[in-house]
């Protein structure tokens, strides 16, 4: 299969671009599906030590990707402890 693509890249170079942005929006998507599954407070891997995780989320942790003027140091503590 990868002869095959090798060939047809040698006789239609113009495709060499297509493969080079697919591979990269792949890898970067797994790369943020992978963030989501490790860094997210909604994903519970560990259920018997941990089974919920979000309770233990303090009002300065970061857990969205991007915020736009957000400063998170300086938010304060306004829900209950469970």
Same mark, same amino acid.
């Given at each position: 299969?990868?002869?095959?693509?090798?060939?047809?890249?040698?006789?239609?170079?113009?495709?060499?671009?297509?493969?080079?942005?697919?591979?990269?929006?792949?890898?970067?998507?797994?790369?943020?599906?992978?963030?989501?599954?490790?860094? !997210?407070? *909604?994903?519970?891997?560990?259920? &018997?030590?941990? #089974?919920?995780?979000?309770?233990?989320?303090?009002?300065?942790?970061?857990?969205?990707?991007?915020?736009? !003027?957000? *400063?998170?140091?300086?938010?304060? &503590?306004?829900? #209950?402890?469970?």
């Amino acid at each position: 299969m990868l002869a095959t693509i090798r060939r047809q890249l040698r006789h239609h170079p113009a495709l060499i671009p297509l493969f080079f942005f697919i591979g990269g929006g792949t890898c970067m998507s797994l790369a943020y599906l992978a963030r989501l599954g490790l860094r !997210n407070p *909604d994903v519970c891997w560990d259920r &018997k030590n941990n #089974p919920e995780p979000w309770n233990k989320l303090g009002p300065t942790d970061q857990y969205k990707f991007f915020t736009v !003027n957000m *400063d998170y140091s300086k938010l304060k &503590k306004d829900r #209950p402890d469970f």
